[in-house]
C-alpha cells in the first residue's frame, strides 16, 4: 500500500475521488456510509472460492443487514446466519431458497414458528429447553427440524476482545451437561441432531490460531458424535475472523487460513461432515466507510478536538470497542465563507461527535497532520458493526446517507 501525492492511501483513492467529486456537485454537509460494492462481492468470491471444498461460508447478517448488503452477497456466499425473526425475514425478501441457520440465545416461538415457516434449514439450539420448545412446535406441524446443538466450552479458549464461550455466558449449552441434553433427546421424536455449533470469539487476527481453534472444535464434535451416537452432518466452526483496526496493513491472513485447513480437515474430520463457518465482521467491514465533515476544530485545556457531522449515534463501533477508528482526511479545497477556515497542522487531536455526551469520541488523541474545517474524516473498515449496532434517533440528528458505489459511479443511494 502507497500513499499519494494527496496523502491518501492508493487502496482507497478512488472512494477519496469519489467523495471529492460529490462535494463538489452537492451543497451541504457531508456525512454518510459508503459502500464498495465491487469491493465487496470481489473479497467475499476470494473467500468463498478458496475455502477448502468440504466448507460452507455463511453470512451473519447481524455485522451489517442492509438489503443492498444481501443482495450482493446472495449470489456469493452459501447463505445467511441470523439471529431473530426480523432478519430472517431480511433474508426471505432477498432469496426464498437461500440457506439459512438461526442462532441466538432465547429464541422465543414466534421465531422458532417462523423458523419452521421461512423454511430455516439449521436451528442452533441453545439450551434444553429451546430443545423441547422447538420439538413441540415441529410436533405441532408434523416436521422433524434439523438442529445443531450449541456448545459453550470449557476451554480454556484463546484470548479474545469479546468471548462468548470458554467461561460463564448466556451461549450455549454448557459442555458439561451434553450427557443430559443426550438422554433428553431420546424422548424427543421432532428435532434432528446433525452436529454441533460453536461461535467461541470474536475478532481472532490468528490465522494458525484460528486453525487450532476450528480443530480443536473438529476433535470434540467427532469424539462426541462417536460416544453418543449422534450424526455428524456439519460442524458450525462459527465466525470470528477479525479485522485489525489498530494496524491496517496487517490483517487476518487468510491464505495461510486456508492452506493450513485442509489438511488439518482431512485428518480430523469424516468426509462426509461438512464444515461451516458463518463470518460477519471479516465479511463487510473492509468494503464500508464512514465519511463525516469536519464542523469545528477547537482547543479546549491545551487539547485539540476536531467535530464532526455525525459521531457515535452513526458510527458505535469504536465506543464500544474503546479503540481510536483508523481514518483519513479527504481534502476539500472549496471554502466559500470570509471568515477564516480553522486548521491544525501537525498536532494531536481528539475526533468527536455531535452528541451532548463526553463518550462521543471516534478516536482518541491521535495524530494528525493535517485537517481543516470542511474536509472530510472517511473512517475506514466501518462496513461492519458500524450502523448495525448504533443507537441512530439519540439528540434526533439527521441520519447519514446510504451510499452504493459500484467502482467509483454511485448507482443508488438513499437515506434510513
Ligand atoms: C452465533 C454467532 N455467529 C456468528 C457471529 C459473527 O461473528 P463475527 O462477526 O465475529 O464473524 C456472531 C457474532 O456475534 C454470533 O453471535
Known amino acids: 500500500m502507497s500513499v499519494t501525492s494527496s496523502g491518501v492511501h492508493s487502496d482507497i483513492q478512488s472512494i477519496a475521488s469519489y467523495i471529492q467529486k460529490l462535494k463538489a456537485e452537492q451543497p451541504g454537509l457531508l456525512c454518510a456510509y459508503l459502500r464498495d460494492m465491487g469491493a465487496l462481492r470481489r473479497h467475499a468470491d476470494e473467500r468463498v472460492q478458496t475455502l477448502p471444498r468440504r466448507c460452507k461460508l455463511f453470512y451473519a447478517i447481524k455485522a451489517n443487514s442492509e438489503h443492498e448488503v444481501l443482495a450482493a452477497l446472495a449470489g456469493i456466499v452459501h447463505g445467511f446466519e441470523v439471529a431473530s425473526l426480523g432478519e430472517i425475514r431480511k433474508v426471505r425478501e432477498i432469496s426464498s431458497e437461500i440457506p439459512i441457520l438461526f442462532g441466538g440465545p432465547g429464541k422465543t416461538e414466534e421465531e422458532l414458528e417462523g423458523a419452521l415457516e421461512y423454511g430455516v434449514s439449521l436451528v442452533h439450539v441453545e439450551s434444553g429447553h429451546e430443545l423441547n420448545k422447538l420439538n413441540a412446535i415441529a410436533e405441532r406441524r408434523g416436521l422433524v427440524a434439523s438442529v445443531l446443538l450449541r456448545i459453550n466450552l470449557r476451554g480454556p479458549l484463546p484470548q479474545a476482545k469479546l468471548a462468548m464461550g470458554g467461561k460463564p455466558t448466556q451461549f450455549g449449552i454448557d459442555e458439561e451437561v451434553l450427557p443430559e441434553i443426550v438422554a433428553q433427546l431420546q424422548k424427543l421424536q421432532h428435532v434432528r441432531v446433525e452436529g454441533f455449533h460453536f461461535h467461541s470469539l470474536s475478532n481472532n487476527l490468528d490465522a494458525e490460531q484460528h486453525v487450532r481453534l476450528v480443530e480443536y472444535y473438529c476433535t470434540l464434535s467427532r469424539q462426541w458424535a462417536a460416544k453418543y451416537g449422534l450424526t455428524l452432518n456439519y460442524m458450525n466452526a462459527g465466525g470470528g475472523i477479525g479485522v485489525n483496526y489498530a494496524d491496517l496493513e496487517q490483517q487476518f491472513n487468510w491464505s495461510e487460513f486456508v492452506s493450513t485447513l485442509e489438511p488439518m480437515l482431512d485428518r480430523e474430520l469424516e468426509p462426509t461432515t461438512t464444515l461451516l463457518f458463518e463470518c460477519g465482521r471479516y465479511i ?73 455526551t463526553p463518550k462521543d469520541v471516534l478516536a482518541q488523541d491521535v495524530e494528525v497532520e493535517e485537517v481543516r474545517v470542511g474536509d472530510v474524516l472517511l473512517f475506514r473498515y466501518a462496513g461492519a458493526y458500524g450502523w448495525a449496532i448504533s443507537h441512530h434517533d439519540f439528540l434526533s440528528h439527521p441520519h447519514p446517507e446510504h451510499l452504493y458505489v459500484e467502482e467509483t459511479s454511485l448507482i443508488f443511494g438513499g437515506g434510513q
Do not use: M
Not at 322 to 335: G, L, T, V, Y
Not at 337 to 346: F, G, K, L, M, T
Open 284 to 356: 463487510t467491514a473492509s468494503t464500508g466507510y464512514y465519511a463525516a465533515e469536519v464542523l469545528d476544530i477547537k482547543r479546549n485545556h491545551g487539547k485539540d478536538y476536531v467535530i464532526i457531522r455525525g459521531g457515535t449515534h452513526h458510527f458505535r463501533l469504536p465506543v464500544s470497542w474503546n479503540h481510536s477508528h483508523p481514518f483519513e482526511r479527504i481534502a476539500i479545497e472549496h471554502w466559500p465563507h470570509s471568515y477564516e477556515r480553522p486548521a491544525i497542522y501537525n498536532s494531536r487531536a481528539t475526533i468527536v461527535g455531535q452528541l451532548c
